[in-house]
């Protein structure tokens, strides 16, 4: 893999599905999958096979469906776990075992238990034993974000030693600032021997709503796969979005860093998670939401009109957006309002545009947002609609 290459390992049906009333079924998964490899994705995580009936039907079906993507299954860092992962991947042409424990002292005493030492063999042996079935094993060291780094880079050396692939550094709780958790990329890729035999994951939650930037800065520091889900779907606050990494990376070529993914498709994507998942995408959700590149002020729909780049650092057809949005409302200035008279047959001259102006204004005040329809009532009951007539 080129060293600016960002693998994208999307778990929109693993973590994303862990959205409460987000259940999907078989079929579902296979629709979202299939989309999911259009859309050039390196890694599809399409389930935790062990924790039901369901969840391993669909990574089997998963796994024999798509055919250029490697697909991964979760599992605790128990055997009965790997032996059911590695059954559910059989069908799969490019398999892959996720695997892994808790790393932060919290985990360690609270959740298992346990010591640093024991933590150390258990993910050695996790990872080992995943090995005996797929060639391409990822370890998580869940709860990285607050595990003290020293003790972190030794379960990242055990897990090479092993024969991890790759190394997920989560940030679980999405409690890590940007330069911490970058700084933490950074440290790992300083001192854990043997680092040139896996790839750094980043796998970042939001709730402080950092999981993008913190994202960006582990890539920006050594980091080569991104973890992340469609729309931002996911535990709690969410995942790390796929649709803002993506075009953060896309917009900013300086960094050196590209994906695979094909951005004309991510808005297709977008929908058709959102519908099968029945989760509403805030209007304001960066790249994908309603009013992404919907454009209401005066003074922004003036610019826009003049230039579109005036307002808008993303064409909006490279995410598979029809075209830009330009909304009528009170705060609308003239320009808005020729234009959109202009895209339904009225060409008005600056006089007559002062006389519609004034009513449209009225009728603004009484409506948050003025259609094609009401321009035309606006227009035909004018003073000025017989001059517009014969013109």
């Known amino acids: 893999m080129s060293n600016s290459q960002i693998q994208i390992f999307d778990t929109t049906l693993r973590d994303g599905e ?132 020293e003790y972190l880079a030794r379960v990242c050396e055990a897990a090479i030693k092993a024969g991890a692939t790759v190394l997920n550094i989560p940030d679980t709780t999405g409690y890590c600032l940007p330069s911490e958790y970058g700084a933490k990329i950074k440290y790992l890729m300083e001192h854990v021997k043997g680092i040139e035999k896996a790839i750094l994951s980043c ?17 920006i520091n050594g980091a080569r796969q991104i973890e992340c889900t469609i729309n931002g779907v996911g535990e709690r606050a969410g995942n790390t979005a796929l649709e803002e990494v993506v075009m953060i990376l896309k917009q900013h070529p300086y960094l050196n860093l590209d994906t695979h993914i094909n951005s004309k498709e991510i808005y297709k994507t977008s929908q058709l998670v959102s519908n099968h998942m029945g989760v509403y995408t805030q209007p304001n959700k960066a790249i994908v939401g309603s009013n992404a590149f919907a454009h209401s002020s005066g003074i922004h729909q003036d610019g826009m009109i003049k230039n579109r780049e005036t307002y808008e650092i993303i064409d909006p057809k490279e995410v598979g957006v029809t075209d830009s949005a330009i909304i009528l409302t009170a705060r609308s200035g003239r320009a808005a309002l020729a234009y959109r008279a202009k895209n339904i047959g009225y060409e008005l001259t600056k006089l007559q545009l002062d006389e519609v102006y004034a009513s449209f204004l009225l009728f603004a005040d009484t409506k948050k947002e003025v259609d094609d329809n009401d321009i035309h009532e606006i227009i035909v009951t004018s003073a000025v609609y017989p001059q517009i007539i014969s013109a």
């Open 203 to 219: 796998h970042c939650h939001n709730d402080l709503g950092l999981a993008t930037a913190n994202s960006i800065e582990g890539v």
């Open 18 to 149: 862990q959205v409460p009333g987000c259940k999907l079924n078989t079929e579902q998964k296979l629709i979202i999958a299939r989309q999911l490899e259009k859309l050039g994705v390196d890694v599809i995580e399409a389930g935790f096979p062990i924790s039901s009936p369901g969840d391993f039907k669909s990574v089997k079906a998963i796994s024999e469906t798509v055919k250029h993507v490697t697909v991964c299954g979760l599992t605790r860092a128990v055997q009965k776990d790997i032996e059911v992962a590695a059954e559910a991947l059989k069908g799969a042409k490019r398999p892959r075992i996720h695997t892994g424990i808790g790393t932060s002292d919290s985990h360690i005493k609270y959740k298992f238990n346990s010591t640093r030492e024991e933590i150390l063999v258990r993910a050695y042996d996790a990872v080992r034993y995943a090995k005996s079935f797929v060639e391409d094993v990822e370890f998580y060291a869940e709860d990285a974000g607050r595990t003290d780094n």
